[in-house]
DNA sequence: CAGCTGACAATAA
DNA sequence: GTTATTGCCAGCT
């Protein structure tokens, strides 16, 4: 596949991400090779169409805190759909990155 | 063509 | 411990 742009290698490694499993904008971003370009996911998710059903919900903040409340339509729905899932929080409404850091179990994409 | 924006992250105070 | 500032890269105006 060609570079359409970085989004879709953003769209691409975001799909690959299994359920009970989040990731963070900068642990993407270092994946594709930009680890200062973690703005660059959250963009990319921002723009995210409907059509790739990209889990963005399973993309989280490096702090394992959830995207802001004006994304997702409610930062509640979201986090119901990760528990849901099997993502374990803590009492404060944060993702147990410790448990549910998502890593590559994939060659190649 | 130049500057601005932004679902983040790391560092400084 | 929190709050403020800078860096970063791709897309938009």
Same mark, same amino acid.
């Given at each position: 596949?060609?570079?359409?742009?970085?989004? =879709?290698? !953003? &769209?691409? /490694?975001?799909?690959? #991400?299994?359920? $009970?499993?989040?990731?963070? &904008?900068?642990? #993407?971003?270092?994946?594709? %090779?930009?680890?200062?370009?973690? *703005? #660059? !996911?959250?963009?990319a998710?921002?723009?995210?169409?409907?059509?790739? +059903?990209?889990?963005?919900? +399973?993309?989280? *903040?490096?702090?394992?805190?959830?995207?802001?409340? &004006?994304?997702?339509g409610?930062? =509640?729905?979201? +986090?119901?759909?990760?528990?849901?899932? %099997? !993502?374990?929080?803590?009492?404060? $409404?944060?993702?147990? /990155?410790?448990?549910?850091r998502? =890593? #590559?179990?994939?060659?190649?994409?």
């Amino acid at each position: 596949m060609m570079m359409e742009g970085f989004f =879709e290698q !953003v &769209y691409r /490694l975001v799909s690959q #991400i299994p359920a $009970g499993r989040v990731a963070t &904008y900068g642990q #993407i971003a270092s994946l594709l %090779g930009r680890p200062k370009s973690a *703005k #660059i !996911v959250g963009w990319a998710m921002r723009s995210a169409p409907s059509d790739r +059903r990209l889990p963005c919900h +399973r993309v989280i *903040k490096k702090t394992g805190r959830l995207a802001p409340e &004006y994304a997702f339509g409610g930062s =509640e729905n979201q +986090r119901m759909l990760l528990e849901n899932e %099997g !993502v374990t929080f803590k009492a404060d $409404g944060s993702v147990d /990155l410790a448990r549910h850091r998502w =890593e #590559i179990t994939r060659d190649k994409f």
